[in-house]
């Protein structure tokens, strides 16, 4: 016994420092810490805009924080959004470009960020607009040339003084008055999903694993000798699983269906605008099937208490974190972040965020059962095996 | 009649049990004896329809148990080494798995579980009983279906010498009216209450006739 626990130790161990190593190290993390990734839709052939653009990308300090990403449409930048390509989008719309060329300030840019950039992408958008306020710096030669060219054309100094004072003006509405120069959508952290829904389903999903761990001590971890009287009675080792496998689930989808009311109570009290719908319920409560399973197969398999309780407990973190439970999976390497969206944590925060989202969730239902399905069976394999030793 | 014929079991390239077979009468008592890893248990969880052997023959009354699951399940029944109690229960919650209500206070009162001396601690639960009670209450709930053969796994091990004895006594009765029974056992108490014993050793059983000198028994197994 005592090698396979220090193996399982040792497994946990490294597969947790591999996970570690590879996200500190990657390229995609380091970049993603040192840039901020703005993308831009739309026309930017503009005169002005392409000034501004210019000196975002070159005069700027900020060319050392911010990387500016074309897109064609806005399909493209909103995938790009949600795969944590860029941090966040800006939409420059003809209008927009037309009333730049109107002097008016009657147009705003459309503005995408996720909600972890939210507040960042402010910060940002102030700097632009501070970039776009200094375009009346070289803008400051031409009301020169224009008092210049009116002086050698013979106008009266209260003429010069008029028209040099109207173009002034129309800068000023144009660039100055920009002190909002975006409305920001919030998109979400990914996948369509609210902050709040994302931490909700994320958390209540966290906290279904930690229960089904908790609850299932009490109905597996008899000994051999219980297995095998009962074997003899005629109780075949799948009605033996299925016996207690079915109580566990019924206190878990109880436990769960409890605290969900309570959520929904709390929800409503402290006035938290985040729909409960029937279908996130729904697809926690199947998320809980299969969390109830993968409980009762590492308790099954394992062997000894502090073991059982040990790697469950790692296995469960790794899982969470390895999906995004913690933290938005975007700062994971790709590799990592396609394996937390396989493993089971993964399938089921992807199935019940895609029900809360209203993305195609099929493939993670399928994943979902198929996992369920397999916990079971090889839970049953096992029972074989301890029943005829 | 209960007879084992030709029973074979490998597990993998190792032979474990290689063509066993013995007759058991009816009110008899075989002991089986061997040393660790011989293939006591293997042959009892065989008996006991735990696992399939390779080859064989398990007839009680000329039906074959090997094929005829619910009769077996009914004629034979199992006890194993380790006691196959729920702990957090009492005597009477455990036996309710097996009897009915009426019919556990009927053997209560006149039946088996009167002889084996349950209802003095049917209210007691199981992590607070003693060794033999617990292994009284296993040999109760076995005795659910009155079967005609018991295949009993080391039976008396670790237990005191009255525990002993008061099992031991309902072996006897048990055995007064009728009942076969099949022992794995070290306990020279035990082999010294079997009618037929036999040693098993690289897969073969052979028949031994206890004389009360250990020092030949072991150098037998």
Same mark, same amino acid.
């Given at each position: 016994m005592l090698p396979g626990i220090i193996l399982m130790i040792a497994l946990v161990a490294i597969l947790l420092s591999a996970a570690f190593y590879s996200v500190v190290n990657s390229e995609a993390y380091q970049s993603e810490q040192m840039r901020y990734k703005l993308g831009?839709?739309? #026309?930017?052939?503009n005169e002005l805009l392409d000034l501004g653009v210019h000196m975002l990308e070159t005069e700027d300090d900020m060319q050392y924080v911010l990387d500016l990403v074309q897109f064609d449409d806005e399909d493209e930048a909103r995938a790009a959004l949600r795969n944590a390509d860029i941090s966040a989008y800006i939409v420059i719309t003809d209008e927009f470009v037309d009333a730049i060329d109107d002097m008016t300030n009657d147009t705003k840019l459309k503005y995408y960020a996720t909600s972890g950039q939210k507040g960042i992408s402010n910060v940002m958008m102030d700097e632009i607009a501070l970039v776009a306020a200094n375009i009346m710096v070289p803008s400051e030669k031409g009301i020169c040339t224009l008092r210049k060219i009116m002086e050698e054309e013979g106008y009266e100094q209260s003429e010069v003084y008029m028209a040099a004072y109207e173009i002034f003006m129309a800068y000023v509405d144009t660039m100055m008055l920009r002190g909002e120069i975006s409305n920001v959508t919030e998109l979400g952290i990914s996948d369509g999903l609210t902050?709040?829904?994302?931490?909700?389903?994320?958390?209540?999903?966290?906290?279904?694993?930690?229960?089904?761990?908790?609850a299932?001590?009490?109905?597996?971890?008899?000994? #051999?000798?219980?297995?095998?009287?009962?074997?003899?009675?005629?109780?075949?080792?799948?009605?033996? !699983?299925?016996?207690?496998?079915?109580?566990?689930?019924?206190?878990?989808?109880i436990s769960i269906g409890v605290v969900l009311s309570f959520a929904i109570a709390a929800g409503h009290f402290a006035n938290i605008h985040l729909d409960i719908s029937a279908r996130m319920v729904t697809g926690i409560m199947l998320a809980t099937i299969m969390f109830s399973a993968m409980g009762y197969f590492l308790y099954e398999t394992l062997v000894g208490v502090i073991n059982k309780v040990l790697v469950t407990f790692l296995l469960y973190l790794a899982g969470?974190?390895?999906?995004?439970?913690?933290?938005?999976?975007?700062?994971?390497?790709?590799?990592?972040? %396609?394996?937390?969206?396989?493993?089971?944590?993964?399938?089921?925060?992807?199935? !019940?965020?895609?029900? !809360?989202?209203? %993305?195609?969730?099929?493939?993670?239902?399928?994943?979902?059962? !198929?996992?369920?399905?397999?916990?079971?069976?090889?839970?049953?394999?096992? %029972?074989?095996r301890r029943i005829s030793w | 009649m209960i007879e084992i014929k030709n029973i074979h079991k490998s597990y993998g390239k190792q032979q474990v049990l290689r063509g066993v077979d013995f007759v058991v009468e009816p009110g008899q008592i075989v002991?089986?004896?061997?040393?660790? @890893?011989?293939?006591?248990?293997?042959?009892?969880?065989?008996?006991? @329809?735990?696992?399939?052997?390779?080859?064989?023959?398990?007839?009680?009354d000329g039906k074959d148990m090997l094929k005829n699951t619910k009769l077996k399940n009914q004629l034979v029944a199992y006890v194993p080494q380790e006691m196959p109690l729920i702990t957090e229960l009492t005597a009477w919650d455990n036996?309710?798995?097996?009897?009915?209500?009426?019919?556990?206070?009927?053997?209560?009162?006149?039946?088996?579980?009167?002889?084996?001396?349950?209802?003095?601690?049917? *209210?007691?639960?199981?992590?607070?009983?003693? @060794?033999?009670? *617990?292994?009284?209450?296993? =040999?109760?709930?076995?005795?659910?279906?009155?079967?005609?053969?018991?295949? =009993?796994?080391?039976?008396?091990?670790?237990?005191? =010498?009255?525990?002993k004895e008061k099992i031991y006594d309902y072996f006897e009765r048990y055995k007064d009216q009728g009942g076969s029974m099949i022992i794995a056992t070290h306990e020279v108490q035990e082999i010294e209450l079997c009618d037929k014993c036999y040693i098993i050793k690289d897969g073969v059983l052979v028949d031994y006739k206890y004389d009360g000198d250990i020092p030949h028994l072991i150098g037998r197994l």
């Open positions: 831009i839709v739309g #026309n930017t052939e902050t709040l829904e994302y931490y909700f389903i994320s958390m209540f999903l966290f906290f279904a694993l930690l229960l089904t761990m908790c299932v001590s009490f109905f597996t971890g008899k000994n #051999n000798g219980q297995y095998k009287f009962l074997a003899a009675k005629g109780i075949s080792p799948v009605q033996q !699983v299925l016996g207690e496998f079915i109580p566990l689930l019924t206190v878990n989808a969470a974190y390895a999906s995004g439970y913690f933290y938005p999976k975007s700062i994971l390497p790709k590799l990592l972040q %396609r394996a937390g969206e396989l493993i089971p944590t993964g399938a089921a925060f992807s199935y !019940v965020g895609g029900v !809360v989202a209203g %993305r195609d969730f099929g493939w993670p239902a399928v994943g979902m059962a !198929v996992y369920t399905v397999a916990f079971i069976a090889i839970s049953v394999f096992i %029972r074989k | 002991g089986i004896l061997g040393a660790n @890893g011989s293939g006591k248990s293997t042959l009892l969880t065989i008996l006991a @329809g735990l696992q399939k052997c390779d080859a064989g023959f398990f007839n009680i036996l309710r798995m097996w009897y009915s209500s009426d019919r556990l206070k009927k053997e209560l009162s006149s039946g088996v579980l009167k002889l084996l001396g349950v209802d003095q601690f049917i *209210k007691t639960p199981v992590h607070q009983m003693s @060794g033999g009670m *617990k292994k009284r209450l296993c =040999l109760g709930c076995a005795m659910n279906t009155n079967p005609k053969l018991m295949l =009993l796994d080391e039976p008396t091990a670790s237990l005191d =010498l009255e525990c």
